[in-house]
């Protein structure tokens, strides 16, 4: 069963004990991812030195929008809820300066065009009303299908981002690389491209004029 249907099932079952909409249902969801992942020690020096590094890439952002970090512990490596909550694991640290930004650039990304709302409106627009099985069952296939199309352009639109913040502070971009190298070989899901589609992507993104 892919991911997105999977999970738009198990939504769709939560929500209808009483009356909500798909974007209610998609945010009390990354609610609790949000609360699910624990958090790292403020105080410990991995956490300084990711959110140091956070306020670096921030500092060399035009008008963004309002943005949180939470830097965590667990299996995610780098995650944004809600739109504007960077969760950014402490062993980011263990990266480069130059990859770590990387990463924290690409979620960034994510904030800075509104990626949550995109996906938030292609839900709404599957499933316009009331959520239950009866509005989700029938659309499930198409919408997942649309949906991880748009995940995959996002995290290309994520990574391209990324090249041209790092670009804006001073540092080789092509750094990026480097980072997937770092964090291993992965294979297509139904949210994210493979390594392979990324690379790809990210050296078109670094052959354009700066």
């Known amino acids: 069963m892919r991911a997105w249907r999977f999970l738009l099932l198990v939504l769709s079952l939560v929500g209808s004990a009483h009356a909500e909409d798909i974007v209610d249902v998609l945010r009390r969801s990354q609610q609790q991812r949000f609360e699910a992942q624990p958090g ?3 105080d410990s020096a991995p956490a300084q030195l990711v959110r140091h590094s956070f306020a ?3 500092a060399g952002l035009p008008e963004l929008p309002p943005v949180d970090l939470r830097v965590i512990r667990g299996p ?4 944004t809820v809600h739109g504007h909550i960077v969760m950014a694991n402490e062993s980011l640290a263990d990266l480069s300066e130059g990859e770590r930004c990387f990463v924290l650039a690409h979620e960034l990304g994510h904030v800075m065009q509104r990626h949550w709302l995109q996906m938030a409106l292609v839900y709404q627009r599957w499933i316009p009303g009331e959520v239950h099985p009866g509005t989700t069952d029938p659309v499930a296939g198409a919408l997942g299908r649309e949906a991880s199309r748009l995940a995959h352009r996002q995290e290309f639109e994520a990574d391209a981002f990324a090249v041209r913040a790092m670009r804006r502070m001073g540092q080789d971009p092509a750094i990026a690389l480097m980072a997937f190298m770092h964090l291993g070989m992965t294979q297509d899901t139904a949210t994210h491209p493979g390594t392979r589609k990324r690379v790809a992507s ?3 993104a670094l052959a354009e004029t700066p």
């Open 76 to 79: 995610v490596l780098a995650e």
């Open 40 to 42: 790292a020690d403020p």
């Open 56 to 58: 670096a890439v921030l």
């Open 202 to 204: 990210l050296r078109a």
